[in-house]
């Protein structure tokens, strides 16, 4: 019995660490909240940007402050909230450097977690009296940030991006 619990724990442990069962899991998060098309994404008063995952190569087009420019070009937002410490400087910059009139880029720079970026956005949408918001974050990140923001009773409508999975699948998959 105890040979048979030690073997099941060691599949257990090495499926656990696979790159398909890791794909798995990101695909069944990312397949919640889908990218969709720019005239599908509804207007809103202001594209919140989560701060997190790093803004690796500033131009991509798979890039959280990116997806915020993208959304700003198209009017479907009037301005940015960038947030975080680690990151809200920097996409801040990114975007000031793109083209984004300063007084149209917001920056909450203290945040440490998703939690507290929302309960800090809710005040600064508050004080700029912004009624409605697009969450720019990571597909895969969406789902927890949904729930924090509804936590802090922000409605918010999800803008996903930094894709880990290929968008084309039809949704979680063993496939390496």
């Known amino acids: 019995m105890a040979a048979a619990c030690g073997l099941a724990s060691v599949l257990l442990l090495w499926v656990g660490s696979t790159p398909a069962f890791a794909k798995f899991l990101c695909s069944a ?3 919640q909240y889908p990218p969709r098309p720019m005239s599908q994404i509804p207007n809103a008063d202001v594209a919140i940007v989560l701060g997190g995952g790093g803004l690796g190569a500033m131009a991509s087009p798979n890039n959280r402050a990116w997806l915020a420019l993208e959304l700003y070009n198209a009017r479907k937002v009037g301005r940015i909230l960038v947030t975080g410490r680690s990151a809200a400087a920097e996409a801040r910059a990114a975007l000031i450097g793109w083209g984004v009139p300063d007084s ?12 507290e970026e929302a309960d800090r956005c809710k005040h600064l949408m508050l004080e700029a009296k912004v009624n409605s918001a697009l969450l720019v974050t990571s597909a895969m ?13 922000i409605e918010v409508t999800p803008a996903p991006t930094e894709l880990m999975i290929n968008p084309s699948s039809d949704g979680p998959s063993f496939a390496a």
Do not use: K
């Open 104 to 115: 149209d880029v917001l920056i909450e720079p203290e945040s440490t977690s998703t939690s």
């Open 29 to 31: 998060l990312e397949h």
């Open 141 to 153: 990140h969406m789902p927890r940030a949904l729930s924090a923001f509804r936590s802090a009773r």
